[in-house]
C-alpha cells in the first residue's frame, strides 16, 4: 500500500490509534486501491484485518496481481466446498465442477494474538 508493507504501515498506526481505527483506514485503502471485491466472489470478513489478526491469528491477504488476474477472469473464485467427488467438486451454492488438480491453501497458524493486545 502506497509503496510500503501494509503490515508495516498498521504497526506503525497502531502506536497512535487504536485497533479499530487501523481497521478502518486499511478497510478504505483496500476498497480504493482495489474496488469492491464482493463482485468477483470475495467478500471480506466481519471483523477488520488487525482485529481478525489479534483473535483468530488469520490474516487475510488479497494480492493486487491476483486480484487482476481474477477480474481478467485467468483465476476463478469459487464459494464453499461441501464435498469431493472422484473427479470434481461439489460447492455449498449445489453446483459441481470437474477439477484434474484442486489447491487447497488452507493458511497458517500464527503467533499474533500473543502479541497484538486487541
Known amino acids: 500500500m502506497l509503496g510500503c508493507s501494509t503490515f508495516g504501515i ?7 490509534f487504536p485497533v479499530q481505527a487501523v481497521d478502518r483506514f486499511l ?11 464482493t463482485n468477483i466472489g470475495i467478500t471480506r470478513p466481519s471483523l ?3 482485529e481478525l489478526k489479534g483473535v483468530s491469528g488469520k490474516t ?5 496481481g491476483t486480484i487482476a488476474k481474477i477480474k481478467s477472469g485467468s483465476i476463478n473464485v469459487f464459494p464453499g466446498v461441501r464435498c469431493f467427488h472422484e473427479h470434481g467438486v461439489e460447492f455449498i451454492d449445489g453446483r459441481t465442477e470437474n477439477f484434474d488438480v ?9 503467533n499474533v494474538p500473543y502479541w497484538l493486545k486487541v
Open 10 to 16: 498498521s504497526l506503525w498506526l497502531l502506536r497512535w
Open 27 to 37: 478497510l478504505m485503502m483496500a476498497r480504493f486501491i482495489m474496488g469492491d471485491t
Open 48 to 50: 477488520g484485518p488487525m
Open 60 to 64: 487475510p491477504v488479497l494480492d493486487v
Open 102 to 110: 484442486v489447491i487447497l491453501a488452507t493458511g497458517y497458524k500464527s
